[in-house]
């Protein structure tokens, strides 16, 4: 573990854009910025992931927030992110240290070798004392290579620099029971396990991309990887500080006692799935047993993915049991799949093992981890 004290920090756009005018609200990021250089003295590395740049933007391109279409929202995003950056630059300089920016896209953390090189330019600022700024390049991305919500991006960089707390910043004070708009709703400040609250997170805002449910996904990869999150409300004098010594209300979602190591988060806590295998269930129960998958050992198959690709491991039942790394491509697992009487080199053209998955490239899932839903096979 780190021996400097490592924060991440997610903000919402609400609390950074004037939802009526969509300029920034410096009142805001005075205060954040203000609580930053304070946590920064007492020893703490800062690293922000900030929502904002596409509701900074719209203005600019003549789009408005319910009717903003993919090309609105990338063009909105190339606009706003100097807005956004220039106004984190200018308050930063008050309180004496540097911003820089980072600006990822799915690739650069469903790839491994990107997620080390990610991983490197982050720790090289932090060591210069430069805080870095995280977002998803939004003025790329589409629907289909993005991550969607800065929530789990940001519990993606709270696993790569092994932070020891995340803090989630929104409009509420936490999480609820049942949708805090209803009589009786009750503020959830401790848990362990989120997986009970997820039926209770739904609906999403008109400009984010993400809701209580996946901030409860992005607590729980923090969670595996030894880091205890915080939902809290930002409007507050010392938003970070405050959270951190208990001193407002917020929702503490507390780290595992055991946390995976770094590649084991990477690969366990997916943003996006590749592809999927389905084995029998005999199979799934001897996953653990260090044979990883076999040609043999697989029903069906889903997905367009590459060789080192995270796939996504089901027993006949639809129950997640594993992910592990492709050792080939969709196209060669097919064949290989649906021709086992042929040998793996006559079906490919060059000497090979028949393991779909190896050993060292399996890892079993935990009670801890929140499986994905199955896809549906093709008939």
Known sequence: MPQTKRLVVKIGFSLLANPDHLTPRFGFMQRLLQDVARL???GYDVILCSSGAVALGLNLVGAKAETAGLSDKQAAAACGMPLLLNAYKQVAHEYGFDIAQILLTLGDFEDHRRFLNTKNTVHRLLQSGIMPIVNENDTITTEEIRVGDNDRLAAKIAQMVQAQEFIIL????????RNPSEEGAILVEELDDVSQYLEATKGI??????????????ANMAQNAGCTTYIAN???????SSVLRGERRCTKC???????SVWSTWLTDRLQMAGSLTVSAAVADRLDQGLGVRRQDAIAMTGDFTRGDVL???????????????DFTSEETRVLIV???LPAEQLLGYQTH???????NLIVLEDRHLPWDAPALAD
Do not use: C, F, W
Request: zero cysteines; glycine letters at 14%; aromatic letters at 4%.
């Open 205 to 218: 805002s008109t400009l984010g991309t993400g809701g209580m449910l996946t901030k409860l996904q992005a």
């Open 40 to 42: 920064r003295d007492e």
């Open 354 to 360: 028949s393991q779909l998955i190896r050993p060292d």
């Open 339 to 341: 021709n086992p009487e």
């Open 170 to 177: 929104t409009g509420v004070d936490g999480l609820y029971d």
């Open 312 to 326: 996504h491991i089901y027993d006949e039942k639809g129950a997640e049991r594993a992910r592990g790394l492709s």
């Open 254 to 260: 507390i780290a595992h006692a055991d946390p995976g």
């Open 234 to 240: 930002g409007e507050a004098d010392m938003p970070l």
